[in-house]
C-alpha cells in the first residue's frame, strides 16, 4: 500500500506541475487514482479535490507574478459555467463518442497550429468590445466542453487566450482562474454526494499544490520556453486518450 501511495503521490504532483503550466493535469492524475484502484466516482472526486487545491495556489503564483487579467477572467467565468452546466446536461442524454470523433481531426490542427506560431508575445490586436466578444464565445465553447467531456479544457483555454492577444504567460495564468471557479463549483457537488475520501484527498492535494507551485514558478521564470512544449505534450497525452489508448 504504501509503494502505490508513494506512485500516486507522485502523479499528483506531476499533474499539478503539468497542469499549471499548460492545463490537461488531468489526464494523468485521474490515472493514478484508476490504476491505485479508485472506482471512476471515487476517482473523479478525490481528483477534482486535489486538484482544485492545487490550482488554487497555481492561480495566487500567477497573480503574484502579474500574469492574470482579473476583469477578463471574471467575465469568462459566467460564460465557462454557463457553458459547463449545459455540456454537463448534454452528458447525460448523448454519448462522449461524438466528441472524440471531434477531437481527432481537431488536436492535429490545433497541434500544427501551435507548432507554426512563431511569436506568443502579448498582441492585443482586437478592440476591447471584440476581446470580450471573443472571451466569452471561446469560455461558454470550452465550458461546454468541460461539462460533456472534460480533458485537456485548461490546455484549449490557455490557448484560446493566446489567439485572443495575450501573452502565452498571461493565457496561462487567466486559463487557470477559469478552472478554478469550475473546480470548485464541481468540487461542492462531490463533497455533498460524500464522495470525497478525504484521508487520501488530503496528501493528494498536499502534493498538487506542490507541483502546481513548482510548475507555475517556472512557468513565470522561463515563460514560453517551457509552457510551449508542455502545450504540444499535452496535446499528444489528449489525443492517446482520445484514442483509448489509456
Known sequence: MFQNSFFLFFIIFLAGFVDSIAGGGGLLSLTGYY???????????????????????????YFRGGAVEAK?????????????????????????????????????????LTIKKKSYDSERKFSHSTELILIASFSFIIGMYDGFFGPGTGMFL??????????????????KVLNLASNVIALLVFIRNGS??????????????????LGSSLALKFNTKIIKPMLLTVLALLYLEVLNVF
Open 35 to 61: 490504476a491505485y484502484g479508485l472506482n471512476p466516482i471515487s476517482a473523479l472526486s478525490n481528483n477534482k479535490f486535489s486538484s482544485t487545491f492545487g490550482t488554487l495556489f497555481s492561480v495566487a503564483n
Open 72 to 112: 477578463t477572467c471574471l467575465f469568462g467565468i459566467l460564460f465557462s459555467l454557463s457553458g459547463s452546466f449545459i455540456g454537463s446536461s448534454l452528458a447525460t442524454i448523448y454519448s462522449d463518442v461524438y466528441f472524440r470523433y471531434l477531437m481527432m481531426v481537431a488536436i492535429p490542427v490545433v497541434t500544427l
Open 158 to 175: 490557455t490557448l484560446s487566450f493566446s489567439f485572443v492577444g495575450f501573452s502565452l504567460l498571461e493565457a496561462a495564468g487567466n486559463s
Open 196 to 213: 470525497v475520501n478525504f484521508s487520501l484527498g488530503i496528501p493528494c492535494a498536499a502534493f498538487s499544490i506542490a507541483g502546481n507551485i
